[in-house]
C-alpha cells in the first residue's frame, strides 16, 4: 500500500516562496510510472488543483498559480516537490498530494488511488 507523506515550512510570510515535498513509501516498480498531483484547500473551502506532473513527466499548473507554480519529481528519491513564489494570503490552505497510475492520470480528484494527509501551510506577516 503507498503511502504519501507532505511536508513543508508551515508558516511563511506574504511575498516568500515556499518548496513543499512529497514523500512515497510503500510503493513498487510501478510507482514511477504514477502521476502525482498537489491539490489544496484553503479554510472554509473546497478542494481546487494546483498542478500535476504526469507519468510521462509533463506536467499540468492549474492557469490562475501557472505563473508562480512548479512541479517536479526525483524518482530515484520517490519524491515529488511543489515551488510556488510571491505567496500572498490567499495562498494559506492545507496543501496534499496525490496519485494515480500507473499509466494514468485521473483530473477527478475523488478518482485519485491515494492521497497524504496534508500539510498546513500559512501565510501571514
Known amino acids: 500500500q503507498m503511502q504519501l507523506q507532505e511536508s513543508g515550512p508551515g508558516l511563511v510570510k506574504p511575498s516568500q516562496m515556499i518548496s513543499l515535498t512529497c514523500s512515497v513509501s510503500?510503493?513498487?516498480?510501478?510507482?514511477?510510472?504514477?502521476?502525482w498531483g498537489w491539490i489544496r484547500q484553503p479554510p472554509g473551502k473546497g478542494l481546487e488543483w494546483v498542478g500535476a506532473?504526469?507519468?510521462?513527466?509533463?506536467?499540468y499548473l492549474s492557469p490562475s498559480l501557472k505563473s508562480r507554480t512548479s512541479i517536479s519529481r526525483d524518482n530515484a528519491k520517490n519524491t515529488v516537490y511543489l515551488q510556488m513564489n510571491s505567496l500572498n494570503a490567499e495562498d494559506t490552505a492545507v496543501y496534499y498530494c496525490?496519485?494515480?497510475?500507473?499509466?494514468?492520470?485521473?483530473?477527478?480528484?475523488?478518482?485519485?488511488?491515494?492521497w497524504g494527509k496534508g500539510t498546513l501551510v500559512t501565510v501571514s506577516s
Open positions: 496525490a496519485a494515480s497510475g500507473p499509466l494514468l492520470f485521473r483530473q477527478c480528484l475523488s478518482d485519485m488511488d491515494y
Open positions: 506532473i504526469v507519468y510521462d513527466g509533463s506536467t
Open positions: 510503500g510503493g513498487s516498480d510501478t510507482t514511477i510510472y504514477y502521476s
